[in-house]
């Protein structure tokens, strides 16, 4: 039982910032690293940023400069800080957990999503 909830989105012009965050709850031994994804309408889901236990972070080609994966000391909260945002950013943004190989513990585990709109 691990739950991931995002909070965050929002509706803001180019060039704003906007920080997302992820909150983990349940069996949180059971999460391993952290990262990012985004999907927008016609397009295939894909992995903006990731960052590891050993605090190594890595980004998608798009988004270097821009965007900052963190994670917090107690390992259960996650943020991404998105500045410059252009309209191409426009996207539900989904927080992902990679699941430990203990016992009882999923593959990987998904929030609902959380929306960002960039639009003049």
């Known amino acids: 039982q691990v739950q991931l909830v995002e909070s965050g989105g929002g509706l803001l012009q180019p060039g704003g910032s906007l920080r997302l965050s992820c909150a983990a709850s349940g069996d949180t031994i059971c999460i391993s690293a952290m990262d990012w994804y985004r999907q927008a309408p016609g397009k295939e889901r894909e992995l903006v940023a990731a960052v590891l236990n050993n605090g190594t972070t890595r980004y998608t080609e798009s988004v270097k400069g821009r965007f900052t994966i963190s994670r917090d000391s107690a390992k259960n909260t996650l943020h991404l800080q998105m500045n410059a945002l252009k309209p191409e950013d426009t996207a539900l943004y989904y927080c992902?957990?990679?699941?430990?190989?203990?016992?009882?513990?999923?593959?990987?585990?998904w929030g609902q999503g959380t929306q960002v709109t960039v639009s003049s």
């Open positions: 992902h957990a990679d699941g430990t190989l203990w016992v009882n513990c999923e593959h990987d585990y």
